[in-house]
């Protein structure tokens, strides 16, 4: 097919752009040199093959392979996930099972050994693609590789029962499933197979943080980026996968009453893409996520999660490495667009929007400990205009700021004495103001839109400060990519010594670096009490039923 289209190019007229043919273990690739790039781009090249049938929901099977040249031009594969109405159509349209696709940018270069960075996509564990963010700049600027790629979204990724057939976390499956592909294939793409920077923002910072407490993942990378979303991030991992897929089975009209796991199971296996993805789960008020990853029971198979990270954390069988580690001031500032339809149920009843990993023997002690988180931010205030930041900062903390502070403090106590912390604050003057104010804020992954080429069809246009801040943070997320530090040693930035277990130093990261103490101490005191008394541990799935797959 890609012959011919090519052929007609070529009798139209249309100058034939450079190519690059590169072996790799399943076949020869081809890629172009892009337009207005000074760089190779090979999109869409298949890591791995998304199983399908009574299957889909299994880890990955192995990619084709292929003798002629594969044309890697492919941008139109996208994972089945929802789709909602400020997005484009074309999502939806480029939806596909068989969607486990790879796209490299290569530098104009015959340099061999290149560091090379794998880029985690985010969108809740429930949207997104791998070219939601690009970086083409640092690949040109740098002289590195970038891999980026779709993984399964949602029920099709992350739905866990603990059968044969739906043993959980398909999707984080596929993440490394496509990290073994980089390691075995990217030596042919110039890049170095043993230095290698796993990256992420949102769900693809909780993802890479992940991936330091999965036992599947030991050699695999040996840097580490993670950006706003922690693998103790409250919609990190489920607390009872299986209560979860019973919920969402009833909000699809599932009406079998009789609890029986297979049942169940049938119906999601019966289920199309476009029913699995028909609810909008983004906006739950106790900021989890339904689907997402889970603690996997034992059945004799590699499991991505054998444990609670918690529990992998305190234990010290994390994988320590390197980290650039950090959030965004206002990452709160996702949760404003519901702030109107929010407000007022908040004020009525606050206990529905405490985070989904805590748990209470009844009900008063929810509501007084719900009164308690309320007063500490609000005080004796309503929510509403007048204390919106405190709504803010509310957001930012149960969402983002906890679970990467407690990560960090586990972490650093297990012996990872190379985490750098830093907090982004920078923000511009044609950034929107937040709502009932004067004052701006860095958004959630601000951080994120200064290293990529912009992520969002609505980022705001570059000025001379943003491309100023640009510049910096990406020498310093290559300092960290080349050397294991943003800052090594001989650099004229601000020296930046890696963080302890309390939060501090961390680097304020603004029009001019800012070394400071601990990062919002006070506010992760107050939750570590919180926590310590009323953390719901997550908990794999019990073992099935033993009736036989023939009874269905």
Known sequence: MWKCIVLLCSIAGVQTREARLVNIAQGPV???????????????????????????????????QWTEPFEAVNKDII??????????????????????????YVPDTDEKDLPVVIHVHGGAYLLGYGDLMTAKQLVKDKNIIIVNFNYRLGAHGFLCLGTEDV???????????????????????????????????????SSVDLHLVSPMTKGLFN?????????????????????????????????????????????????????????????????????????????????FLDDAPLKVLKSGRNHKLPMLFGFAEMEGL??????ETWFNKMNENFADFLPGDLQFSNSEEKEEVAQRIKEFYFGKKPVGKETIFRYIDYFTDVLFAYGTLKSVQLQVESGNNGIYLYEYSFVDDNVPLVPYTVVRGADHCAQSMAIGDGIFP????????????????????????????????????????????????????????????????QRILFWDAIYEKHYKMPIAPPHPTARTKTDL
């Not at 040199?33 to 099977?61: R, V």
């Not at 994972?79 to 696709?101: A, Y």
């Not at 490394?176 to 990256?199: C, H, M, Q, Y």
């Open 334 to 339: 996702f949760r404003v667009p519901l702030f």
């Open 223 to 303: 840097k580490v980026i993670p950006e706003s979303g922690a693998s103790l991030s409250v919609f990190s991992v489920q607390t009872d996968p299986v209560e979860n897929a019973w919920k969402y089975a009833k909000m699809l009209n599932y009406t079998n009453e009789n609890n029986d796991i297979y049942d169940l199971e049938f119906f999601y296996k019966s289920a199309s893409y476009e029913t699995l993805n028909s609810i909008n789960l983004l906006n739950e008020p106790d900021s989890t996520f339904y689907f997402v990853p889970c603690v996997e029971r034992e059945q004799g198979e590699e499991r």
């Open 79 to 104: 994972c089945p996930q929802i789709v909602l109405p400020n997005m484009p159509l074309e999502i939806k349209l480029k939806q596909q099972e068989d969607c486990l696709i790879a796209n490299i």
């Open 458 to 521: 609505n980022a705001p246009a570059d000025t001379t400060d943003f491309k100023s801040m640009k510049k910096t943070m990406r020498e310093l997320w290559f300092n960290f990519i080349k050397t294991g530090k943003p800052v090594p040693e001989g650099s004229d930035l601000l020296m930046w010594p890696p963080t302890h277990a309390n939060g501090g130093p961390h680097m304020s990261l603004d029009k001019t670096m800012k070394l400071r103490g601990p990062l919002i101490q």
């Open 167 to 205: 043993p959980g976390n398909a999707g984080m499956k596929d993440q490394v499933a496509l990290f073994r592909w980089v390691k075995e294939n990217i030596a042919s793409f110039g890049g170095n197979p043993d230095d290698v920077t796993i990256s992420g923002f949102s769900a693809g910072s």
């Open 30 to 64: 081809r890629g172009y040199k892009s337009q207005n790039d000074n760089l190779y781009a090979f999109y869409g090249i298949p890591y791995a093959t998304a199983p399908t049938g009574d299957h889909k929901f299994k880890a990955p099977l192995p990619p084709p």
